[in-house]
């Protein structure tokens, strides 16, 4: 994306008030001072707006079948951009498997997987990833040597592992490395470096 369009969607997801300070353990055990909180988003419809005209007109991206969204921020984005008819496509909706890890998911219906799969290009929406871990939980339920796949996420907040990129292309309206660091590293007064 040119710096322009990243200033316009950076710009709008800040002005929603989704940059939150304080100490923050992430689901991998890793601790931050700031974190996107993206349902804020939602609460700000201007800048929702801003943002999902930016993710439905996003440039280079193929012409798609079917939508799908990493469960719950990037199923929020699809329905959101369907209800308000910014795409006409089809959603294959997907829940996380009770009891499974972060990146286990599982298709709502077999309609819903008899979309995805039988999709030639399909496009995956999340509103913040760090390793790219979950966009690579739903390519595990697709056919990345039959079908071509998209991913494009509001912000790319960490640094991608090139194993989660297999099968996949990924795209992002703003790329900014927010910091984090491990528990040993942690100067907040609550953590406890006990191993």
Request: net charge negative; aromatic share 6%.
């Amino acid at each position: 994306m040119v710096a322009t369009l990243q200033k316009t969607v950076k710009q709008a997801v800040l002005d929603a008030g989704v940059l939150q300070s304080g100490h923050f353990i992430f689901a991998d055990g890793d601790h931050a001072d700031i974190k996107l909180e993206m349902d804020n988003l939602w609460n700000s419809p201007e800048n929702l707006a801003i943002v999902l005209d930016l993710l439905t007109d996003a440039k280079g991206l193929p012409p798609t079948d079917v939508i799908l969204g990493v469960p719950r921020g990037g199923q929020m984005i699809t329905q959101e951009i369907v209800a308000s008819k910014r795409l006409d496509l089809p959603i294959a909706l997907l829940v996380r498997v009770p009891g499974g890890k972060k990146q286990d998911f599982r298709f709502v219906t077999k309609q819903d997987e008899e979309l995805a799969k039988s999709a030639k290009s399909v496009r995956i929406y999340e509103d913040v990833v760090t390793t790219l871990s979950s966009i690579a939980g739903v390519v595990k339920l697709l056919d990345p040597k039959k079908q071509d796949i998209h991913s494009l996420t509001i912000w790319r907040r960490g640094e991608v592992k090139p194993e989660y990129r297999m099968g996949i292309t990924d795209h992002y309206l703003v790329e900014e490395v927010l910091s984090q660091y491990s528990q040993s590293e942690c100067t907040n007064k609550d953590c406890k470096n006990e191993y």
